[in-house]
C-alpha cells in the first residue's frame, strides 16, 4: 500500500512526498485503493457476459454515498493496511478522511436508499448498475445566521473526485422539444435541441471485494464543437452560450425533497439520464442478444419513485419508432422490465407535469402516454386516467407501465393500496407489494462505529457484517453484567468523542454522562421537529419550577436542512436556534439541559452521531412516513427510539420487542378520524396547560426579545390548521419522554434495552431488502449460483 501509495503521490499527482498535502495523500490513497478495485470489478463483468446472467438496473435521479474512502477500504479488506501505510508515511489518517467532501447527490432517504442498495448488489454478487446524475453542485451547504437558515452552493467537484472514470467514449445524444410527424402509420421526432450525455463510472465493490459492479454517473455536454466563429469575432459570450445552456441539465441538484412543481429543468433532468440510461442498457443487451422479445428475460429496471418514470413512454418509443415492433407488445414488454417504488403518499410530493410542458419538452412522449392510457383503458374500462386536470401524473403512469409497484415498509405498502393507487390496486390487485427499507450494515455499524463493531466481533466473530441476523446470538449477553459494561462503554467512547466535536462545531459545552437525544433528517412540518423543540421547552420549564428535582440531564440534538423555498420549516430551524440560545445560556438549568444544532447535517454528520445516541427521535405524524431508514441505523447502534406507529417504526418494535421501545401518539387511522373534528387543535391546546404554556411564552417572545411577534404566525397555524397534529400528540409524547427518563436512570437496565436493539435488528440490513428486490420483482440472482430464473 504504501509503495502505491507514493506511486500516485509521484505520478498521477506529480509531486514529492515531502511537498505534498493532505489533499495530495487523499487523492493518492484514493487512487491506490481504486487500482485495487479493478481487478474485481472487470472479473465481474467478464463473469456477468460470459453467463449472460440477468442486469438489474436502479435508475434514481438521486445517489446519496457521502465520503467513500473509509468504506471502499473496509469492503476491500484493507482498512487496517490503509491506515498503516499512511501512518508509515507519517501522515494523520483520520485527517485524510476528513478532508473528503461528500457525495452528496441527494436529498435524503431516497437518495441514501439508493447508496445503501448499491452496496448490497454488490456485497450479494448481483450484476447490477446504478444509473444516475453527475451534479456539479450536490445538495447546498447550510449556514445558520443568527439562527436562520442559509444556502450556498456545494462544490465537490471543484476538487478531482479519484474514484471515478471518465467515459469519453460513452456518449448519447438526448433530444428535447420540437414537433412529430405521422407517416403511413410512423412516427418521426424532429427535435430543436439536443444535448449530448457523458458517463462516469465509479466502481462499487461489494464486502470482501468479491463482487463489484458500476454507478454510471451522466454529464450534460454540448453535441456542438466550441464556436469559433463567434470568438474570433470577439462574441465572446456567445461563443459559450450553448455550451453553458447544455451543461445547465447535470449543474444542480434539485433541494426540495417533496416536489418543486412543474419545473422545465427538472423535467428535462429526468429524460436525460432516463433516456441516457435506457439508451445504454439497450445498447449493451443489443451487442449479444438480437431478440427484443426475451428483454424482459435479461433486463430489469427498477424505478427510484417517479422521478425516472418516464422510462415507460422513452422505452416503448425506442421499441416501436427505432426497433418497429408494434406498440402493444411493446408496452407489454417493456412493463415486464419495469418496476416502480413509492417513497411517499403525500399529496403534494406526488409528480404530475401540465400537458402543455410535456408537449413543448417531449412532443413524442406525450403521444407515447396517451396511446399507454387508451391501451391500459381499452382492457380496464373504467380506470383511472394517466392525464387528469390538463396534467401527466406520473405515479399513474409509472403504476400502469409497470410490473410490480412497492411500497418501502409494510404500513406504506398497505397505505399505498388504500389511497394514492385505490383505484389501480383493485384493477391489478397482485401488483402492489411490499420490500421494507433495509440500511448496510458496512457503512452504518462496521465503518462508522468502530467500538461497538469491534466489541461485537470480538464476541461472535466478524459473520454479521455480511450476515446481520447473526446479531441474534447477542441476545444472550443481554443478563451478562460484564458484557454490559464493555456495550456501555462503546457507547461512552463514542459520546465523549461527540461531546468533543460539538464542542468545536457549535461551541456548546455538553456532558458524556447526559442522555443524548437526537433528530437527525430532512426539516418537514410531518416529522413534527417542532413537536420536540416544544417538548424541550417544556421540559424546561418544569426543571426551572423546581431545579432540585431529581431529573435526568439531557442533550438534544437537531439535525436538517429545510428546502429554500419552505417557510415554515425555515421559521422551524429558527425557532429551534433561538430556544437553544435561551436554554444554553440558563445558569438554573445548566447541565441539566443542553440544545445544539449543529449546522449542514449530512451523511458524514450522521456517521458520527448515531454512534453516539442514546435517544431516536421517530415522531412523524401517522401514516406520513413511508418508511424511514434512519431509525434503522439508531437502533442498530444501540439507541432506543422514542416513536410513533408510522412507516419501519412499526416493524422496528416488533423486532426489537415493545418492552424496548418508547410508543405514543396516535395510530394512522386515528389521525384520520381526528382531523374531521371541528377545532381538534384548539381543544388540544385548551386540554393541556402544560402546552398552552409554551405556546404563550412563545407568542410573547421569550426566546425572540428583539422580534417578539417571529413566531406568532407559526403558533397561529398550530391553532387553526395543525394539520400534523403536533396538538394532538403533545401531551402523549411529553409523558413518553417521562418514561424515557426514568429507563435512563437505571444504567445496565437501559444497556439492557440497546443491546436487545442491536441484537434484533439483523432484519433490516439492505442485503435482506435486496434479497426481497431480486426474489419478487426481478427475478435475478448472483452470478455464481445461476440465481435466473
Ligand atoms: C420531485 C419533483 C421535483 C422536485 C423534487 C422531487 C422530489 C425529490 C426527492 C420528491 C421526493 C424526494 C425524496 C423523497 C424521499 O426521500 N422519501 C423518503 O424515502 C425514504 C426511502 O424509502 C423513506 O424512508 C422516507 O420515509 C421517505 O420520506
Redesign the pocket.
Known amino acids: 500500500m504504501k509503495d502505491e501509495i507514493l506511486h500516485h503521490i509521484r505520478y498521477s499527482l506529480g509531486k514529492d512526498a515531502e511537498h505534498s498535502s493532505v489533499y495530495d495523500w487523499r487523492i493518492a490513497l484514493s487512487l491506490a485503493l481504486r487500482d485495487r478495485m479493478v481487478d474485481h470489478w472487470y472479473r465481474s463483468t467478464r463473469e456477468t457476459y460470459a453467463s449472460n446472467a440477468k442486469r438489474v438496473y436502479y435508475l434514481s435521479?438521486?445517489f446519496l454515498m457521502g465520503r467513500l474512502v473509509e468504506d471502499m477500504a473496509a469492503n476491500l479488506g484493507l482498512d487496517r493496511e490503509a491506515r498503516h501505510a499512511i501512518e508509515a508515511l507519517g501522515q494523520d489518517y483520520e485527517e485524510i478522511v476528513h478532508d473528503e467532501p461528500d457525495a452528496a447527490l441527494g436529498?435524503?432517504?431516497?437518495?441514501r436508499?439508493a447508496a445503501c442498495f448499491m452496496d448490497s448488489l454488490a456485497t450479494l454478487g448481483i450484476p447490477a448498475y446504478g444509473y444516475g446524475i453527475r451534479y456539479e453542485h450536490g445538495l447546498f451547504e447550510q449556514k445558520f445566521s443568527d439562527g436562520k437558515q442559509v444556502e450556498t452552493a456545494e462544490t465537490w467537484l471543484t476538487q478531482r473526485h479519484a474514484w471515478e472514470f471518465e467515459r469519453p467514449e460513452v456518449k448519447y445524444r438526448i433530444q428535447f422539444g420540437g414537433h412529430v410527424e405521422h407517416h403511413e402509420g410512423k412516427a418521426r421526432w424532429i427535435s430543436s435541441e439536443t444535448v449530448l450525455a457523458t458517463a462516469y463510472d465509479t466502481p462499487v465493490i461489494g464486502w470482501k471485494g468479491t463482487w463489484g459492479n458500476t454507478l454510471r454517473l451522466w454529464s450534460a455536454k454540448a453535441p456542438g464543437a466550441f464556436d469559433l466563429e463567434s470568438f474570433n469575432r470577439g462574441d465572446y459570450l456567445a461563443a459559450g452560450r450553448s455550451e453553458a445552456l447544455a451543461r445547465t441539465i447535470s449543474r444542480v441538484l434539485?433541494p426540495?425533497?417533496?416536489?418543486?412543481a412543474g419545473?422545465q429543468l427538472?423535467l428535462k433532468q429526468e429524460y436525460f439520464f432516463t433516456a441516457a440510461s435506457l439508451m445504454d442498457l439497450m445498447r449493451r443487451y443489443l451487442s449479444d442478444h438480437d431478440d427484443l422479445r426475451a428483454l424482459p428475460d435479461h433486463v430489469a429496471i427498477q424505478l427510484n419513485?417517479t422521478?425516472p418514470a418516464i422510462a415507460g413512454p422513452e422505452l416503448v418509443r425506442q421499441l416501436v419508432d427505432v426497433h418497429g415492433l408494434e406498440m402493444p407488445e411493446a408496452i407489454e414488454i417493456v412493463r415486464n422490465c419495469l418496476g416502480y417504488t413509492n417513497?411517499?403518499l403525500l399529496p403534494e410530493?406526488l409528480?404530475k407535469w401540465h400537458v402543455g410542458l410535456m408537449a413543448y419538452v417531449l412532443p413524442r412522449h406525450l403521444e407515447i402516454i396517451r396511446a399507454i392510457d387508451h391501451d391500459h383503458r381499452e382492457r380496464h374500462p373504467g380506470s383511472p386516467r394517466i392525464i387528469e386536470h390538463d396534467h401527466v401524473q406520473m405515479g399513474e403512469l409509472a403504476f400502469i407501465m409497470a410490473h410490480k409497484v412497492n411500497g418501502?415498509s409494510a404500513l406504506h405498502s398497505e397505505l399505498v393500496k388504500e389511497t394514492v393507487f385505490e383505484d389501480l390496486h383493485k384493477i391489478h390487485p397482485t401488483r402492489i407489494i411490499n420490500q421494507t427499507?433495509g440500511i448496510t450494515p458496512r457503512r452504518w455499524l462496521y465503518t462508522c462505529n468502530q467500538p461497538l463493531s469491534d466489541l461485537i466481533t470480538r464476541e461472535i466473530g466478524d459473520g454479521w457484517v455480511a450476515d446481520l441476523e447473526q446479531l441474534k446470538a447477542l441476545n444472550e449477553k443481554s443478563g451478562d453484567k460484564a458484557f454490559l459494561a464493555e456495550f456501555q462503554a462503546a457507547k461512552r467512547a463514542n459520546k465523549v468523542q461527540l461531546a468533543q466535536w460539538i464542542r468545536q462545531t457549535c461551541g456548546t459545552e455538553v456532558n458524556p454522562d447526559a442522555m443524548f437525544d437526537v433528530q437527525i433528517k430532512r426539516i418537514h412540518e410531518y416529522k413534527r421537529q417542532l413537536m420536540n423543540i416544544l417538548e424541550t421547552v417544556a421540559l424546561w420549564n418544569e426543571i426551572r419550577d423546581n431545579p432540585g428535582g431529581d431529573w435526568t440531564p439531557r442533550v438534544k440534538i437537531f439535525g436538517g436542512k429545510a428546502a429554500p423555498g419552505y417557510h415554515v420549516a425555515k421559521q422551524i430551524i429558527h425557532l429551534i436556534n433561538d430556544v437553544a440560545t435561551r436554554i444554553n445560556n440558563d445558569p438554573v438549568t445548566g447541565d441539566l439541559l443542553k440544545v445544539v444544532y449543529p449546522p449542514n447535517y449530512n451523511v458524514t454528520m450522521a456517521e458520527n452521531l448515531i454512534p453516539a445516541a442514546d435517544l431516536s427521535e421517530q415522531i412523524s405524524t401517522a401514516g406520513k412516513?413511508?418508511?424511514?431508514?434512519g431509525n434503522m441505523k439508531f437502533a442498530l447502534n444501540g439507541a432506543l427510539t422514542i416513536g410513533t406507529l408510522d412507516?419501519a417504526n412499526v416493524e422496528i418494535r416488533e423486532h426489537v420487542g415493545a418492552e424496548n421501545f418508547f410508543l405514543f401518539g396516535l395510530t394512522a387511522q386515528e389521525v384520520q378520524e381526528r382531523r374531521l373534528q371541528h377545532g381538534f387543535a384548539r381543544a388540544a391546546i385548551e386540554a393541556s396547560p402544560r402546552l398552552s404554556r409554551v405556546l404563550g411564552q412563545i407568542v410573547d417572545g421569550v426566546f425572540c426579545p428583539d422580534e417578539v411577534t417571529r413566531y406568532h404566525e407559526l403558533v397561529g397555524n398550530l391553532y387553526d390548521h395543525d394539520y400534523f397534529l403536533v396538538t394532538c400528540d403533545f401531551d402523549s409524547y411529553f409523558d413518553a419522554q417521562r418514561r424515557v427518563d426514568v429507563a435512563y436512570r437505571s444504567k445496565t437496565g437501559w444497556a439492557a434495552m440497546a443491546l436487545k436493539n442491536t441484537a434484533n435488528m439483523g432484519w433490516f440490513s439492505s442485503d435482506r431488502t435486496i434479497q426481497g428486490y431480486a426474489r419478487d420483482i426481478w427475478h435475478a440472482g448472483p452470478v455464481n449460483t445461476g440465481g435466473m430464473e
Not at 412516513?625 to 431508514?629: K, W
Open positions: 435521479l438521486e436529498n435524503g432517504g431516497l437518495g436508499l434539485y426540495d425533497d417533496t416536489t418543486d419545473k427538472r419513485d422521478h417513497h411517499t410530493a409528480e418501502v427499507n412516513e413511508a418508511s424511514g431508514t412507516g
